[in-house]
């Protein structure tokens, strides 16, 4: 009983206080034995990423569809940056892989082969370039990014470190631990799904090693600005690490989150034998 | 395109637009971005649905003007996205009398990616790409 009162009141430092002088025990779980003004003091030093936020291309599109021409350019700059320079060994897969996606493409073109489906499917990690539009939610124990197209990442600023090896395994979004310097948070992700995104043809996953390793900086530039700093390092299937800066701009023309991925509500797209096609009726 | 050449209201512009890699639910390769054309019809029903919105539109053949009309599927962004851009649920109703410029599909259905929706009252829908501020 006095586990589940615990449990209950996890968040409640006064009862867990309570708790404590009762048993002089450590039943309270880390973190919950900061007073309330302690705790506002933590918050009152984090900055405030308040706000809704996307990439920075998607500004000015039309119709959720179209992208601008400023928009363009800067997707293009981002693919350009975040080239991945292959070893010899991912070199021979990736060709092999954009071979046999440009073969499907040109075989059908009006069909597009679903390698990924952007949407629909759970957006790869980092997930801050995805469709949609995100949220930070910033709090002494950890900051979480939330997106309409249904990507969660939990980044604890708590002091802990990622779990031993032998508690790991590949996830979306991967283990995410982070300290604040200043005003720039600074994450370390390991245990994502051993893969990069590759937006080229119809779009599509190049497999990496299990050394695959993500650190980000990030900050807030200014009012409407934020960066991400980030680098890609996997020595097995890198001969360098992948560092990239993108931009997210304040979204200025709504204010609330509406997700975006009830795929089965309406879905005129399906794939048929492994190819997009339209259901126009 | 099978039956859009013979759509008098049909009219082929070229276009550039590059398909993102980051947006849209699916690969736009399905869409000849180089061509958009001009549909004027009536709307049959207005999709707001995710993961996409869908146009109806009941588009009668000038030249055939005792032929029925021939329904074209158009789809949009997700509604929040359109919302965004100044769309509402309500901003197309069965009946309107509207035109839609489109990407048209390649497989020579009868569909596209909408690039543009002038309504009942003569004005555009929503906000045309612009030019970004950044």
């Known amino acids: 009983m006095i586990a589940n009162l615990i449990a209950r009141n996890s968040l409640r430092p006064a009862a867990c206080a309570i708790v404590i002088a009762l048993l002089a025990g450590s039943l309270c779980p880390a973190g919950a034995q900061t007073s309330s003004k302690e705790r506002l003091k933590a918050f009152a030093k984090l900055p405030d990423w308040t706000g809704i936020w996307e990439l920075d291309a998607f500004v000015g599109q039309a119709n959720g569809q179209q992208f601008s021409a400023e928009g363009q350019r800067k997707l293009k700059a981002y693919a350009a940056a975040g080239r991945p320079s292959f070893t010899p060994e991912y070199q021979a897969k990736y060709e092999a892989i954009r071979k046999k996606v440009a073969d499907a493409v040109a075989a059908d073109p009006a069909h597009p082969p679903v390698t990924h489906d952007p949407l629909c499917d759970a957006p790869p990690f980092p997930a801050t370039a995805s469709p949609g539009m995100f949220e930070w939610l910033i709090t002494p124990e950890e900051t979480v990014f939330v997106s309409t197209v249904g990507a969660v990442r939990h980044i604890y600023t708590d002091g802990r470190s990622h779990p031993p090896k032998d508690e790991l395994w590949p996830t979306l979004m991967g283990d995410s631990v982070g300290h604040w310097e200043g005003d720039t948070l600074v994450v370390d992700t390991v245990s994502m799904k051993p893969r990069i995104y590759m937006g080229e043809l119809s779009g599509f996953y190049m497999p990496m090693s299990d050394k695959l390793h993500h650190t980000e900086r990030i900050r807030m530039v200014n009012h409407d600005e934020m960066q991400i700093e980030s680098t890609t390092e996997d020595p097995v299937a890198l001969t360098k690490p992948i560092h990239v800066t993108i931009t997210y701009a304040r979204v200025t023309d709504f204010n609330r989150m509406v997700e975006e991925t009830d795929c089965e509500e309406n879905e005129r797209d399906p794939a048929v034998n492994g190819r997009f096609s339209t259901v126009t009726h | ?134």
């Open chain 2, 1 to 134: 395109m099978r039956n859009t050449i013979a759509l008098s209201a049909v009219i082929a512009v070229a276009a550039a637009l590059v398909a993102g890699p980051a947006s849209a639910h699916h690969s736009r390769a399905m869409f000849d971005s180089s061509k958009q054309l001009t549909l004027i019809g009536t709307v049959k029903e207005f999709q707001w649905t995710n993961p996409h919105c869908w146009i109806q539109v009941l588009v009668p053949d000038p030249d055939h003007p005792d032929a029925a009309p021939v329904e074209w599927g158009v789809e949009m962004g997700a509604p929040v996205e359109l919302m965004r851009k100044g769309w509402k649920p309500g901003s197309l109703n069965p009946g309107d009398k509207i035109t839609i410029v489109l990407n048209p599909l390649r497989d020579g259905q009868h569909g596209g990616l909408v690039v543009a929706v002038t309504g009942p009252d003569g004005k555009v829908i929503g906000r045309s790409a612009e030019p970004a501020t950044k």
